[in-house]
């Protein structure tokens, strides 16, 4: 499995509050079954590293079913964007970092 980048926020039912505090953050429903969320995390972690104004975190699906059912979570990988918290946008399926970083800048305008 790709290890994740050491910028990345591991969240859990018990640290997500804490994350919506960051001003923009994009949280990656996902699972280690998933084929499609191998593909998205190597693009997730290079955001992680390249770009200081997105904050990025990982829900782990299977370990925390209430944050996915909270959030609506259908279909993974699902992608979340938050800024001060509140959802504002919702990218579903494996993206190019370039439509990543797209969709995120039009979600936090």
């Known amino acids: ?12 039912n018990k640290n997500f509050k804490l994350a919506m ?9 996902w699972a280690p079954w998933c084929g499609p969320c191998k593909l998205v995390a190597p693009i997730l ?3 992680a590293e390249t770009q200081d104004d997105i904050a990025i975190g990982k829900v782990n699906v299977d370990q925390n079913q ?4 909270k959030y609506k979570v259908r279909n993974i990988p699902t992608m979340v964007i938050f800024k001060n918290g509140v959802e504002v946008g919702r ?4 993206k190019t970092k370039k439509s990543i970083l797209k969709e995120v800048s039009a979600a936090i305008a």
């Open 91 to 94: 990218i579903v399926g494996v």
């Open 21 to 29: 505090k960051k001003e923009v953050i994009l949280v990656d429903f």
């Open 66 to 69: 209430a944050l996915a059912n």
């Open 1 to 12: 499995p790709v290890e994740a980048s050491k910028k990345i926020f591991i969240l859990n």
């Open 45 to 47: 972690n290079d955001i």
